[in-house]
């Protein structure tokens, strides 16, 4: 697990988390897609949007095929959350392969 982290005084903090895993069953290959856009404060935490997708690894960009199967959290500022929303809102597929600008990320590698 890799951790790039900054100590923040904010009580809200914005979140951008999104992961990609391949699989196999029955023989065909798939591709599924997380992302989740969150708001913490005080503890508590609501999602502004979350989203699952299931993609037929023919089907995907070759760009997604080579991305590892990981999971990334973002910390934020709260104009780039507001930035993902909108993306989310309009063209949601995008959020899936993008980097933003962060304040701290965690990294998880899914297989070894």
């Known amino acids: 697990m890799q951790h790039n982290q900054l100590l923040t005084t904010e009580k809200v903090q914005y979140t951008f988390t999104r992961v990609k895993d391949t699989y196999e ?6 591709i599924t897609l997380f992302g989740r856009l969150t708001v913490q404060n005080d503890g508590q935490s609501k999602s ?29 500022s709260k104009q780039i959350f507001k930035d993902l929303l909108h993306i989310a809102n309009s063209h949601h597929q995008e959020l899936y392969c993008l980097t933003p600008v962060y304040l701290a990320r965690e990294y998880n590698q899914l297989h070894n």
């Open 25 to 30: 069953e029955n023989g065909q290959k798939f």
């Open 48 to 76: 502004a949007w979350v989203e699952i997708e299931e993609v037929k690894w023919e089907q995907a960009t070759e760009k997604l095929k080579n991305m590892p199967d990981a999971m990334y959290m973002f910390n934020v």
